[in-house]
């Protein structure tokens, strides 16, 4: 099942900011955001996806879990992997790339506590792990 055939109608439901949170997977977060990559340049996905995430997390009364960091840095993994792994289809893609389904997968560049700050939150940090 191709990307748009799996993810294009959540995907209009989150850019409408009419989906609901509840559900709505890291996985499905994934999902969407290969669409938006796929539709738009990088800055623009990375505006509109921002923007939704955010306004969907405040509609459900968590808008202290939306994490520009996280958001930002995670978009900037995904636009890269989805450039350099050849794919025919969204699950292809995952099954070449199954890390990006961990949820700690942002600790590798990022401790815990930066990750998880106030300014993480609100502003795009640089990481502060470096491998060697």
């Avoid at 290969?34 to 623009?44: A, D, K, T």
């Avoid at 968590?62 to 995904?78: E, G, I, M, Q, R």
Wanted: overall charge neutral.
């Amino acid at each position: 099942m191709t990307l748009t055939e799996k993810y294009g109608e959540m995907t209009e439901r989150f850019e409408a900011r009419s989906l609901d949170a509840r559900g709505f997977s890291h996985v499905d977060h994934i999902g969407v955001a290969c669409q938006m990559l796929q539709r738009y340049e990088f800055l623009e996905a990375a505006f509109r996806f921002g923007s939704a995430l955010r306004a969907i997390a405040a509609k459900a009364g968590a808008a202290d879990k939306f994490n520009a960091t996280v958001t930002l840095a995670f978009l900037s993994l995904l636009s890269e992997r989805m450039a350099a792994t050849p794919h025919e289809s969204f699950d292809e893609f995952l099954e070449k790339n199954p890390d990006l389904t961990s949820r700690s997968l942002m600790e590798t560049w990022y401790s815990p506590g930066r990750l998880g700050s106030d300014r993480a939150r609100k502003s795009f940090l640089m990481p502060d792990k470096f491998s060697s």
